[in-house]
């Protein structure tokens, strides 16, 4: 029997086993690695990482001063600073909607708040401030819960809109803690708040007191607010500042954030308090605060007091901004009721120091001609532009000079009026043929339109022939209007103050040519419109021999110490030449000599004889120009109506001018007979006179028709 030999299997011996050893060894090793690191960082580094948990971070936090106060140049105060007791509050970071809910909650068992400027919003964020409330009201809208669960902006949206809907009763208490809440919340983390700055009594302030460590971040303190001691004079040109409520103005938001502001501070929004905002606002405090492990603040330490903004004082005298106030009231009040100013502005006036360009007074009235309401605009003196008519002339006469059209010994001309072809005569206001020549000074006196176009003409080399169609070089209203710009006439004139503007210049041709009769109207003042503060420029101009000054409102600024007194003055304004007309002194004596006679002439057409008998005498120029107005003021295609403005501008005493003043009164009725702009002329020089005790010449006449330099 044969054997047949069998191979026995081979045993496989099983990796797994083999595998879990490896990864349980690793897992051990990685264990033991853990525990080790634990137990270094506790045992070796414990007392460091205890420290790091408690650790508090260091920050300074600024707080608002009082703005710098504004005095007259007699040093009256003009703005001052009203102290108030306050309850502040300072917004920790990270503090929570609940915890400042508490703080309102407890705060109005103490004070009561004005609740009449809440919003429903406000109330749903008060509402929603409850942890337990805001999770019903997302249970009462699962769409939007869903909808919105990884975006919680849009998911309280969506709870506060709900909230609106179905708004909850609250009662007085409630109100005022949602008053109170509303501004906490808005507040930025490290920001102080005021939580009520008015009708604080000591007995409230102490009761709050007690009870500071119960509400976190409150605390008493002071604020301000703006007061003025004359009441409304001079307003509009002083200006406001914005509350703490109303924050930054949009307008310029970025630049005041970037400059340090906080959105709740207050600025300067119009005219001197935001032309001086950077002098006003002065230096905030500085506090350095310790902010703890839970984000609220455990210690602060006061490094800088703050200082408060520097103050102005003001080139204008405020009794007698007062009588100019008066007088130009009494005046317009005068025009209204002789049934002359239904459709005018209103009315305007300036008075300057012409040899520095320091304004004097400046006031305005403006009248909505559809209420008939009658409102403080003195800004109008320099935002608002007018046809100033004759008043121009002496400028005309200067230009014309500097041209060489006319001489100082040369400048008598033909009184003839012009004819143009289906156009009505150009003539001055008196008959044709009263006068059959007349030289500058006369010219002024009895305010020739006549003479001025003739001018035009000659420096336009024209052409003419009566009832044919006159011609003139191109550049004719180029060279007036520069000839003008030498004064101002057209330009801004850089005073410390916004919103100035420069006027309109009118159009200089018509149906593709040169506008050859508005080249006329132009040469005596019924064409181009001018500010009356560059009127005033103007006249001052004149009145000191040539130099154009730059105005300015402001003649210094000083600080206020800490203690509350005044310091040294730390700038004063120093008058600035702006430029000189390049004529003569000969021809500006001429011009002196005609505006005197406008005065003091004794022809049956001078023009302002009723300002005759001030003494020391003055010299001046008055204006009529025919304008329009629409019937209409906001409706550019209602009806034009035809209207006068009546214009003055002048300077005295004629032979050391001390002050120069400019007045109109714009659109009123067409065939107006008033004198409204001399009177209130007038009576500025006759104040000025008084108040400044300029002594009167024993050697006056009324008619002493030359003028003795």
Do not use: C
Not at 86 to 107: F, H, N, P
């Amino acid at each position: 029997m044969k054997y047949i030999r069998t191979q026995k299997p081979k045993r496989v011996k099983s990796q797994i086993p083999l595998r879990l050893n490896l990864l349980f060894f690793f897992v051990f090793l990685l264990l033991a690695a853990l525990v080790a690191q634990l137990a270094y960082l506790q045992i070796f580094n414990g007392e460091k990482f205890r420290t790091e948990v408690d650790r508090t971070d260091q920050t300074l936090v600024t707080g608002a001063v009082p703005r710098g106060l504004i005095f007259d140049s007699q040093g009256r105060p003009l703005v001052t600073n009203q102290a108030n007791n306050a309850i502040t509050y300072t917004k920790s970071m990270g503090v929570t909607a609940a915890s400042m809910r508490a703080v309102a909650d407890k705060l109005v068992t103490y004070i009561t708040v004005d609740t009449d400027n809440l919003q429903p919003r406000d109330y749903a964020d008060y509402y929603l401030s409850d942890s337990d409330a805001s999770d019903a009201v997302i249970q009462k809208i699962p769409d939007a819960a869903t909808k919105y669960k990884n975006d919680t902006g849009k998911l309280y949206t969506a709870q506060t809109e709900y909230v609106e809907k179905h708004m909850p009763t609250f009662t007085a208490k409630q109100k005022q803690s949602v008053a109170l809440y509303k501004i906490m919340n808005g507040a930025t983390s490290l920001t102080t708040v005021y939580l009520k700055n008015t009708g604080l009594t000591e007995k409230k302030l102490a009761l709050v007191g007690e009870h500071l460590t119960e509400m976190p971040g409150v605390n008493l303190g002071t604020d301000w607010e703006r007061h003025y001691p004359n009441g409304a004079s001079m307003t509009s040109i002083i200006g406001t500042v914005s509350s703490e409520k109303s924050g930054l103005p949009s307008d310029g938001l970025t630049g005041y954030l970037a400059n340090g502001y906080a959105r709740n501070d207050r600025v300067g929004i119009s005219y001197l308090e935001k032309a001086y905002e950077n002098v006003l606002k002065g230096a905030k405090s500085r506090t350095q605060v310790e902010i703890g492990s839970d984000n609220e603040i455990i210690n602060s330490v006061q490094k800088f007091k703050g200082q408060q903004g520097a103050n102005l004082t003001l080139t204008i005298d405020s009794a007698y901004q007062q009588k100019v106030e008066a007088i130009l009231k009494k005046t317009f009040a005068s025009a209204v009721s002789d049934g002359e100013a239904a459709n005018a502005d209103g009315a305007y006036a300036v008075a300057m120091n012409p040899s520095t360009g320091a304004v004097l007074a400046i006031a305005g009235e403006a009248q909505n001609t559809k209420s008939h309401k009658v409102s403080d605009d003195a800004l109008g003196v320099l935002n608002r532009a007018f046809a100033m008519g004759s008043a121009v002339k002496p400028a005309m006469i200067l230009g014309a000079l500097q041209d060489g059209v006319i001489s100082v010994s040369d400048n008598t001309i033909a009184d003839t009026p012009i004819y143009l072809p289906a156009t009505p005569v150009k003539k001055s206001v008196y008959p044709v043929g009263t006068f059959s020549s007349l030289n500058a000074a006369s010219a002024l006196e009895v305010s020739s339109n006549i003479y001025m176009m003739h001018l035009a003409m000659r420096e336009a080399n024209a052409k003419y022939s009566p009832k044919v169609s006159m011609t003139m070089d191109s550049d004719i209203f180029d060279k007036m209007r520069r000839y003008f710009a030498e004064f101002g006439l057209g330009l801004t004139t850089g005073i410390d103050l916004p919103g100035e503007i420069s006027g309109l210049q009118g159009a200089t041709t018509l149906n593709g040519q040169l506008a050859v009769g508005s080249a006329l109207d132009l040469s005596y003042g019924n064409y181009d419109t001018y500010t009356l503060m560059q009127m005033a420029q103007y006249v001052s101009a004149v009145a000191n021999n040539g130099y154009r000054m730059k105005p300015y409102i402001v003649q210094s600024i000083s600080q206020t110490a800490n203690n509350g007194k005044a310091t040294a003055t730390t700038n004063v304004t120093t008058p600035t030449i702006l430029g000189k007309i390049p004529n003569t002194q000969a021809q500006i004596d001429l011009v002196k000599q005609g505006m005197w006679q406008v005065v003091h002439g004794t022809n049956g057409w001078t023009t302002a004889t009723s300002l005759n008998t001030l003494n020391p005498g003055v010299a001046g120029k008055t204006g009529t120009a025919q304008t329009f107005t629409r019937a209409d003021p906001e409706d550019s295609t209602s009806k034009l109506l035809e209207t006068t403005t009546l214009s003055f501008v002048g300077f005295a005493p004629a032979t050391n001018p001390q002050i120069a003043i400019a007045v109109v009164f714009p659109n009123l009725e067409a065939d107006t007979d008033g004198n409204y702009a001399q009177v209130v002329a007038k009576q500025m020089f006759s104040d000025y006179y008084k108040m400044n005790d300029v002594k009167a010449d024993k050697n006056y006449t009324p008619h002493q028709v030359k003028l003795k330099n």
